[in-house]
């Protein structure tokens, strides 16, 4: 029996990457995502694995619900969903901006909670399925980069972290990914560094995390130690380093 997957956000790079590799494993694919362009241009290139596909602002909280299930009745159930999308924005302008902050936060929680909503509902009444969805390694300490996004991501960390506590014992497996910066449209221009990682690799560890039932996975790899250093520093260490408490 194929899985049944469905991605959201999915014109976004590394989940475009990861559409492919479902495809290329046999999965059947709803895919659901903004750009109506790069949709189809998608669809086109996954031939017959795509059993159904949305264009959709996502923001649109209120259709959350009803665009989970058309895609589950398209499928025929569901076994995997994805939540892909998010938003940097711009963070000097999201200080002054309480509109931009907002938009930065409905895109990054707000509406992911509205799609985790229905989707937890329905994997917990069938008792299995993987629900996931991407974050950040910004979401780890506050940083004046680009703390309202990462303020956004670690929300929904926090979110999936009590998710998978309620659905544990149900048998269904909720995975964040938290990524490092990786080169797509969202880091273009952004400095890069050995660090960094690439779409694809990426988007391989994603589909491997699924199979493996991981839960909290970084990617790249090397990110669970970074991270482990930087979310243990003392303040008065913290700012002492520009590379971290600097812009
Ligand atoms: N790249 C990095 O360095 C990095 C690091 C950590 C975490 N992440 C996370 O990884 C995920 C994938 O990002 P990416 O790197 O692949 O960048 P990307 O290619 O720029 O993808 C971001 C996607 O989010 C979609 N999106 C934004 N707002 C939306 C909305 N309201 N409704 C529907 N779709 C919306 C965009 O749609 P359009 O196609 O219409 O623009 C775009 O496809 C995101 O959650 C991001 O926060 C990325």
Request: hydrophobic share 45%; glycine share 10%; charged share 25%.
């Amino acid at each position: 029996m194929p899985r049944r997957t469905l991605i959201l956000g999915a014109t976004s790079a590394i989940a475009a990457e990861v559409a492919a590799l479902c495809a290329a494993r046999g999965d059947r694919l709803y895919l659901i995502g903004r750009d109506a362009r790069k949709l189809q241009d998608l669809v086109a290139s996954l031939g017959g694995a795509v059993v159904g596909h949305e264009t959709a602002d996502l923001n649109a909280f209120a259709a959350a619900a009803a665009r989970v299930q058309r895609a589950i009745d398209a499928l025929g159930g569901l076994d995997r969903a994805l939540i892909a999308h998010g938003d940097l924005g711009d963070q000097a302008r999201s200080e002054h901006d309480f509109d931009h902050a907002r938009a930065i936060i409905d895109t990054n929680f707000v509406s992911a909670v509205s799609l985790l909503l229905p989707l937890a509902n329905h994997f917990e009444a069938q008792g299995r399925g993987h629900l996931a969805a991407i974050t950040s390694v910004a979401g780890e300490r506050g940083r004046p980069r680009n703390y309202t996004y990462g303020a956004s991501k670690r929300a929904l960390s926090c979110y999936l972290e009590g998710l998978r506590s309620r659905l544990y014992a149900t048998g269904v497996r909720v995975h964040d990914f938290k990524l490092g910066p990786v080169e797509t449209p969202m880091s273009a221009g952004h400095p890069k560094n050995f660090l960094w990682g690439e779409k694809r690799a990426v988007a391989r560890g994603i589909v491997r995390a699924m199979e493996r039932r991981w839960h909290t996975i970084y990617l790249p790899r090397s990110w669970r130690v970074v991270m482990a250093i930087v979310r243990v520093l003392p303040e008065c260490v913290f700012q002492r380093f520009g590379f971290l408490a600097g812009r």
